[in-house]
DNA sequence: ATGCACGCTGTTATCGATAACATTCCGGAA
DNA sequence: TTCCGGAATGTTATCGATAACAGCGTGCAT
């Protein structure tokens, strides 16, 4: 009687290919003194047993898995959402899982216990989402030796991080709306504690400084249709503002709305400029010029950066930086 | 000379406490039979020197993992990703890490790839967020025995699966907008080969037919903005046209921008309901009268159907269906 | 011819947990 | 007192891979 077929093992493969287990694993692992035709007889034998290798039994002998943790805070934000999709693409063309764990807010408690189920699963290197100083303590939470690639982090933290260039991105927004005439430009920003925020204010504030226009106060909200619609309500009313330039095109969206109410047209009477450009920008009212991160090369930059801290056993402070750019649409126009 | 601390393994927590690691392991089990005295060493022995069991030494003898997979589309669609994190939360609640799989295309062999890193991974289980017929063709590349949930799948596939009500969303939405007046009701549905549009155009037309309403005929699109402008464009054409319906908010955001390009005013001219609540559909011009699904609770009437068929040996097959609710807000109103 | 290096392959130890079985200890019934 | 049963604990085998080392030809230098 045959018992129920458990998946086969590397002796069964063996067994077939007229070798030792040992030679199928060189096999597997491409060392290279097999000889030509073994190789090739075991590979056969490979592929007519359907094998499979137990990768909890190589990470038990290794020490390694070939599993990535992302940290990510726990939320539908576009960017965050298409970083994650973007690096398990990547992952796993490289061969590695992606396994997620997600935070509500990313203080150092969650944080500590996110990082700590990924230390259980053993991962082989781990990936945090830092979009707030405060992520960043997640350092203290990571062993020295796990690799660690940070996104949105701050490169003065001595970890390999890869970043969008904020300020770059803002720059360009704000060059764009004084470019078209405007004598200043307002800016309703993200949390302040954002990397992202502090970035784009900077870039606007630069550039506002560099030309000699006026500095007009901040706005600061969260990422918010919401927030954006109550920014919004404060700046239709006051008649000076022409021109303004958000953090995201989520609170672009609600401050849209806010003028739209007060009967103050876009392009005509202000010009608004957005950042991400989520797919839908192109059919608010009016269509939405606005900044374009390119996540699918941050995703493969920090990937990269990854499988090299698992290479070599020294961690290098790499800072890769991805550049932004403008998609101009119907929002922006020149000043009455 | 002491060498690099490796992590402590369940034989030092033993001779800590003065036992055996077996007893350790009773413990860590929770098994009955462990003196209570015992027990409390042995978790003084565990938090002293921080001891953390290795998963893949446990998966080797077991054979199964803490890991769950997810197959999903490679998205950055709100309900998906919405479905995702929610799903990754109520797992890790549980013990269970969740390892993504995207794919660009539900198509067979798009899925079969992702299905086979998933078991490469030897994961407990499987979430197939499989919302068109293509992805129910997955079931193939699924060894019979593995424990499988499909959310938004097809019912009658024979496998548990867990689904919103969309014919009852769909239902609510029609019927609001009869409800205040409207002769009939036109609908933009999302793709056609996807369940959730499928449940909502019947919903709608079930609900038109019972009222003894014209049921004009279907406009379908993808999930975007840019088609529902492209409908949107047609209807704003047509002065019959009072109410629409269509199949995700951003489509709604599409038609708004139409509509508002030929002047027809919603909700004065032309009534409007969208499907999702994303967090923006509050500040469109006007406020979006939508459906919300409850994510959450699908995710977790999905983990536990998952650790229902982790634990017994036979696959039950359930379905579970999780009621929408209306949202009203703003763009909904009595035809002229 | 001898010896040595190297290419190729096999043998054995090992990782750290759980499973199965063995042992000890204790209290209560005969 | 003796014996028995079950609770508490220990011992040994096991999962399936890689690492380390050992063995065996073969070719080439001496």
Chains 1, 2 share one sequence.
Do not use: C
């Not at 870039?203 to 106060?217: D, F, K, M, N």
């Not at 958000?246 to 009477?269: C, K, M, Q, S, W």
């Not at 009016?286 to 090299?308: C, H, M, Y």
């Amino acid at each position: 009687m045959d018992k129920v077929t458990r998946s086969p093992a590397m002796t069964d493969v063996a067994r077939l290919a007229g070798v030792s287990h040992q030679t199928v694993s060189r096999v597997l692992n491409d060392h290279p003194n097999v000889k030509e035709q073994t190789r090739i007889r075991v590979r056969a034998a490979i592929a007519e047993l359907n094998y499979r290798p137990n990768r909890a039994a190589r990470a038990l002998v290794t020490g390694r898995s070939q599993l990535i943790g992302v940290v990510a805070r726990n939320s539908t934000l576009y960017g965050p959402a298409s970083m994650l999709t973007e690096f398990e693409q990547a992952a796993a063309d490289a061969g590695f899982a992606v396994s997620v764990g997600s935070v509500r807010e990313l203080d150092r408690s969650s944080i500590g216990s996110v990082v700590d189920r990924h230390l259980d699963q053993r991962v082989a290197g781990l990936v945090v989402i830092a979009n707030t100083a405060s992520a960043m303590e997640a350092l203290a939470e990571i062993p020295g030796d796990m690799p660690v690639v940070f996104i949105d982090g701050d490169p003065a933290s001595g970890r390999p991080v890869v970043t969008v260039d904020q300020v770059a991105g803002a720059r360009a927004a704000t060059r764009h709306l004084l470019d078209a005439g405007h004598r200043t430009v307002w800016h309703v920003s993200g949390p302040t504690d954002w990397f992202d925020s502090a970035g784009r204010i900077q870039g606007w504030r630069q550039t506002l400084e560099e030309a000699g226009a006026e500095v007009p106060p901040l706005l600061s909200a969260d990422w918010s249709a919401a927030e954006g619609y109550r920014a919004g309500q404060m700046l239709a009313r006051m008649p000076e503002v022409t021109a303004i330039f958000t953090a995201n095109d989520h609170l672009a969206l609600g401050i849209l709305r806010a003028l739209y109410e007060r009967d103050r047209r876009v392009p005509h009477d202000v010009s608004v400029v957005g950042f991400d450009d989520v797919p839908e920008a192109a059919y608010f009212i009016p269509p939405l010029t606005t900044v374009r991160q390119a996540f699918g090369d941050v995703a493969r930059a920090a990937l990269s950066l990854l499988l090299g801290q698992m290479r070599e056993d020294f961690t290098t402070a790499d800072h890769i930086v991805v550049p932004p750019h403008l998609i101009e649409r119907a929002s922006v126009g020149r000043p009455a």
